[in-house]
């Protein structure tokens, strides 16, 4: 069956073998997978990842919707919204709360909506070229290594948002890993009191900075440590929450991800600043 799956990934996604390897020997877990087969053979897929989300009065079980995919000679037949179906009953068996689905296409958006999702998290997108980053005190930033550092970073910096989506250990570990396999990394910088992180990963010309969690004072110096890691590089591209106080006048704001309750959703519950990140997308 993985070989099949992998067939799906490779005709569905623009991944390279080696990262559809890495991912199945890292991060793919039958009990996390729904297959929809046809004559016996795995035609269609979909994951549900486990996420935690946290909101101020309390901590929601919730899954994660992700590659979700079916061969093409088998699309418009309803695979995916059966496999969505089953999604649904397997969550609600977990005690899942709610699911986040993060779609590829706007077109997505739309199919999603009329699953019950509805979008409410968003990213603000910044591009920087080189030539704007300018000679500072630079910070040697320390690739990562520990899962549990780099947890309870994320939790300093976007626990106390309102609506975070957490993931576990096991799930940053398989960042950590994954960052590497790209040529990028997960670094780590402090000055005095001050630490954070960024997250990278290169592009082509350009470099995403795919999570920052640095205050203003580490970022100037975090950038042009990172200009001179990445000499190739001509941009960067950074993703961060809507109200990051980091480069405030700069950017657009862009739909991101969907969520559906699967249960009456609490009153007292606000996403007006739902943050999620780390995702493949």
Known sequence: MIEELKNIWRACFNDADTYIDFYFSERYRPQNTLVYCKAGRGVAMMT??????????????????????TLPEFRNNGFSFDLAQQADEQARAANCALEIVVPAT??????????????VFYRRVVKFSVDEIVPVNILNGIPLQEAETFFALRERYFASGGFFVRWDSEALQYTLKESRLLQGGVYYFSQDDDEGYIVVEPKGDAVL????????ALAPAALYFLKQRYAHCRYFIGHLAVDSPLWAKRGITVPLAMLKWLIPPPATISTVHAYINLLKD
């Open 48 to 69: 549900l990842l486990p996420v935690t989300v946290v909101t101020p009065h309390e901590e929601f079980t919730a899954r994660y919707v992700y590659a979700v995919a």
């Open 209 to 216: 900075l795919k999570e920052i969690a640095l205050t203003p």
């Open 106 to 119: 706007p077109e997505l958006f739309h199919f999603y909506a009329r699953q019950g999702f509805s979008t």
